[in-house]
């Protein structure tokens, strides 16, 4: 199993322009979520998704898309790329059910810088 | 809501010595869980350690224990013995109810550091 894939690992964005983190697992899970990493802020939730075709906000949804089509596929989309977006960008999964033993699997993260 | 708070923004221990890393939290939830995560500077998430808030016993994984104070609503990571491959960001984080079965929210990070 590859896990949790994430591409690209690094991008550099100017101001305005659009872009999508791509999030990948192969291990069948039906959560699926976006973290964003700042220094001094820890990880902070973005969007989440409990299955294709449900999604829901985080904490800090303002300026990124989601979608959920398949159960296998998590995409992040940058609608207008702006400086206070530059940050390290995690997908996690994990498996579903009422329990709060599962552990998330995290991808490698993406680097983006918005210049 | 749910918040974890980790007061020490860093840390320092000698190779071979214990250190504990200190996580508070605050939620209404009855039940949930407590994560430990490592993250290295090459920047992936380790999955360390899982405390559930009805666990009778703290939680442990090789070098690493928990100390769950759930009155205290604290859940302090120990390494003993650690190793220069310690040195690491750690974050606590939790899951319950409130925030749902499929996030987690995190706290700050500790950043440790191992000195041969």
């Known amino acids: 199993n590859a896990g949790v894939t994430q591409t690209p690992k690094f991008q550099v964005l100017k101001t305005g322009q659009s872009m999508t983190l791509q999030c990948a697992q192969d291990m069948n899970h039906e959560y699926m979520s976006w973290y964003r990493q700042d220094p001094g802020m820890g990880l902070r939730l973005i969007h989440y998704?409990?299955?294709?075709?449900?999604?829901d906000q985080g904490e800090v949804p303002n300026g990124y898309n989601v979608s959920r089509s398949t159960t296998e596929d998590f995409p992040l989309r940058l609608l207008s790329a702006a400086p206070s977006q530059t940050s390290v960008y995690f997908c996690?999964?994990?498996?579903?059910?009422?329990?709060?033993?599962?552990?998330?699997?995290f991808g490698p993260g993406t680097r983006l810088t918005v210049t | 809501a749910q918040k974890i708070t980790q007061t020490q923004p860093g840390m320092f221990v000698q190779e071979k010595e214990a250190v504990t890393l200190d996580c508070t939290y605050d939620t209404s939830d009855q039940s949930y869980g407590l994560f430990w995560y490592k993250q290295p500077s090459s920047g992936e998430m380790i999955f360390l350690i899982y405390?559930?808030?009805?666990?009778?016993q703290n939680a442990t994984e090789g070098r690493y224990s928990l100390n769950f104070q759930k009155a205290r609503k604290s859940a302090n990571l120990v390494i003993s013995a650690s190793q220069l491959g310690d040195s690491a960001m750690y974050f606590c984080?939790?899951?319950?109810?409130?925030?749902?079965?499929?996030?987690?929210?995190f706290g700050k990070g500790t950043m440790l550091l191992v000195s041969p």
């Open positions: 996690a999964s994990s498996p579903g059910g009422a329990g709060f033993r599962n552990e998330q699997y």
């Open positions: 998704s409990v299955g294709a075709g449900i999604t």
């Open positions: 405390q559930g808030s009805y666990d009778e």
């Open positions: 984080a939790m899951r319950g109810p409130t925030s749902g079965y499929s996030t987690l929210t």
